[in-house]
């Protein structure tokens, strides 16, 4: 659980700073389209702002999904490893694990 919560809450501020970072350039571009006289180029800078922003949102909210993901993934074959092996490393719960541990990953799936 550790490895996992620390890697998830590792994923998690990555998110957050590509996210401040997407709304960062979101401010500095829409600023400089606003600046514009022209109407055309106003209208497309804003546009075009907006449309990098989503993009930008979008990946990073899909990277964060597919690392939790993986994360979760990882946990439950560490969670599987017969914990009695030689050199097991102490992290692992054992087989019977699953039917004791009711986690689930779409509580994450909120973040």
């Known amino acids: 659980m550790d490895k996992r919560d620390t890697a998830i809450g590792a ?4 998110y957050a700073f590509a996210g401040k970072a997407a709304l960062e350039t979101r401010k500095i571009s829409l600023k400089a389209a606003l600046s514009n006289v022209d109407t055309k180029m106003r209208r497309d800078g ?3 702002a907006w449309r990098v922003y989503s ?6 909210r899909k990277a ?4 939790r993901k993986a994360l979760w993934n990882q946990f439950r074959k560490d969670r599987d490893v017969n914990a009695y092996l030689p ?10 694990a699953a039917a004791v541990d009711r986690s689930t990953a779409a509580v ?4």
């Open 64 to 67: 964060f999904g597919k690392e």
């Open 46 to 48: 804003i546009k075009k």
């Open 55 to 60: 993009s930008a949102i979008k990946n990073a």
């Open 11 to 14: 994923a998690l501020d990555a």
């Open 87 to 96: 050199g097991h490393d102490g992290n692992s719960c054992g087989k019977g």
């Open 108 to 111: 994450d799936n909120a973040l």
